[in-house]
């Protein structure tokens, strides 16, 4: 095993390390009150159990995980050029939550939507645990990811920083959501090139941007510096969704039916250039969707 390798597989672990503490595969009176306060009695563990299980299950399905490194490796950048960090190296793993965790929401969502039956190869959350647990499961998800920005041990400025951040990513994130929604629950509107790396760009960038500004702010970068790589995160995120459009038509993703993208009605870009190319297959096309 190379070094960088071996630094690579420590990172990882200890995101792993960060997410399983964040979110238990069961509760205990320490995340709980961390989580939601004091509790009335009457609440169960089962009840709490309704939100935990479908995001639970789903993280351990896996993933690339490579949002909440790229946090740790902006942090890693920013604290090589400013040496005075705004956080330490302990708590930067346990705000790689803040991106995982609302990955994992929006997959949940993004499968409801589609009405998509898998997810990493397994039937998808709405489908295993119902469509009124898995939503709502989702929707906590997204206000307990910020949960480990209330445990850090920092000034309230710092927070209220990261929670701008979260916040404002967050928004971006359901905006490009929108987008597409739209296109999709239209078959025979067909966005414009620009108009579809905007919605990526907030769909799929956001994510990778929040990960890249909160990494650099925790590394003591000023937020005016950050937003450069933020930027830079962003575009970074339409390459990615690009590749994984292309893979959707081509190979298939790993734990995805080959070609759901037309199915699900998804405007991605080949779709958008075949179309472009070839305006009579607009209508064959749309009725696929």
């Known amino acids: ?23 238990p595969s069961h509760s205990n009176s320490q995340w709980t009150y961390n989580s939601f306060g004091n509790l009335p009695e009457a609440v169960k563990p089962e009840h709490l159990q ?19 490194l790229l946090l740790v490796l902006c942090y890693e950048m920013a604290k090589e050029k400013h ?3 705004a956080l330490s190296e302990e708590e ?18 993004d499968d409801i939507e589609d009405s998509a039956d ?27 990811a910020p949960v480990c920005i209330n445990q850090l041990n920092v000034s309230d400025q710092m927070k209220l920083t990261l929670y701008k951040v979260y916040t404002n990513e967050l928004r971006r994130l359901h905006l490009g959501q929108a987008m597409d929604i739209y296109w999709h629950r239209n078959p025979s509107i067909f966005p414009k090139d620009d108009e579809y790396l905007a919605m990526v760009k907030n769909k799929t960038g956001t994510l990778a941007a929040m990960a890249a500004k909160i990494g650099c702010v925790a590394g003591g970068m000023s937020v005016e510096e950050a937003d450069e790589y933020r930027n830079i995160a962003a575009n970074i995120g339409i390459g990615f969704q690009i590749i994984d459009d292309v893979i959707n038509l081509t190979t298939g993703n790993v734990g995805k039916k080959r070609g759901d993208d037309i199915v699900e009605g998804k405007k991605s870009l080949p779709v958008l250039i075949h179309a472009g190319k070839l305006q009579a297959d607009k209508v064959k096309i749309a009725d696929f969707m």
């Open 1 to 23: 095993m190379s070094v960088l390798t071996k630094e690579f597989s420590n990172i990882l672990n200890n995101i792993e390390a960060a997410l399983s503490k964040a979110l």
């Open 50 to 68: 309704n939100l935990i299980s479908p995001n639970k299950n789903l993280i351990d399905l896996g993933g690339k995980r490579w949002r909440p």
């Open 83 to 85: 040496g005075d960090t």
């Open 92 to 109: 930067v793993y346990s705000i790689t939550p803040l991106v995982e965790f609302v990955h994992t929401a929006s997959l949940i969502h």
């Open 118 to 144: 898998l997810r990493r190869g397994k039937p998808a959350a709405h489908i295993t645990y119902g469509l009124d647990t898995a939503l709502n499961a989702a929707g906590w998800l997204y206000f307990e």
